[in-house]
């Protein structure tokens, strides 16, 4: 589904470069959850921002479906992500002045989708927000926003989820519950999740987790078998 070969990103620092990443390699199976954990700063959302096609490695390959963003225009790179990948924030990355609804139907309208507001609806009951769907991201609590901004980036059944702290702005029982539905709506749509988190609870119920530290991976690279998927 998803492979990586000799990742690096450096950045400019003044006169010289900081690495961020350095020679990161590891395959992520069709369907598999994956963690990756490691103090701030490390480069774990730079690593979602390359998976994503939003950064350009300095060296190295990302391919998604044996595709090679490297070989990506911008415009094909704009497609890729609205076609095959969903991102889930931090922050929810609401439009404020867009409905709930609205703010579900937004990537399937932009796609020409047809029904997209009929789907958006479906989706909302399934997160459980049917009833918030007239209300603005203003009006909502912040497990709610994240729950529409799950909808959101599920909405388009892509093939792959990334998600950047997606419960670190909510108490502990809000965070279990959205965790939950995570797991819960990539598991029916068959998704690959790439999971960046403080939260070892969290990460410890995907199949797999990885430790970023200095810019390297340290875990198991190769891809396992989903252990949902073993276990229905």
């Not at 994956?34 to 998976?51: I, R, Y």
């Not at 350009?56 to 911008?74: F, H, Y």
């Amino acid at each position: 589904m998803v492979r990586l070969q000799g990742l690096t990103m450096t950045y400019p620092m003044g006169a010289s470069r900081v690495t961020v990443l350095a020679d990161v390699s590891l395959d992520v199976s069709r369907g598999e959850r994956m963690a990756v954990v490691g103090p701030s700063g490390c480069g774990k959302t730079t690593l979602l921002l390359l998976l994503a096609g939003l950064e350009r490695p300095t060296a190295g390959s990302v391919w998604l479906d044996g595709e090679a963003l490297e070989d990506m225009d911008r415009d094909a790179l704009a497609d890729l992500r609205r076609d095959r990948v969903g991102i889930v924030f931090q922050s929810f990355h609401l439009v404020s002045s867009l409905t709930a609804l609205d703010n579900v139907a937004l990537p399937l309208e932009i796609a020409g989708v047809r029904g997209a507001r009929r789907r958006a609806a479906a989706m909302l009951e399934r997160v459980g927000l049917a009833a918030r769907g007239t209300h603005h991201p203003g009006q909502l609590s912040g497990g709610e926003q994240q729950r529409v901004a799950i909808a959101r980036a599920l909405v388009h059944e892509p093939a792959l989820l990334l998600a950047d702290e997606p419960t670190g702005n909510l108490d502990d029982h809000t965070g279990e519950q959205v965790a939950d539905l995570l797991f819960e709506l990539t598991a029916a749509a068959g998704a690959s999740m790439v999971l960046v988190t403080h939260d070892l609870g969290f990460a410890a119920r995907c199949d797999r987790v990885l430790r970023l530290h200095e810019g390297r991976l340290s875990g198991p690279r190769d891809a396992a078998p989903p252990v949902h998927a073993a276990s229905t």
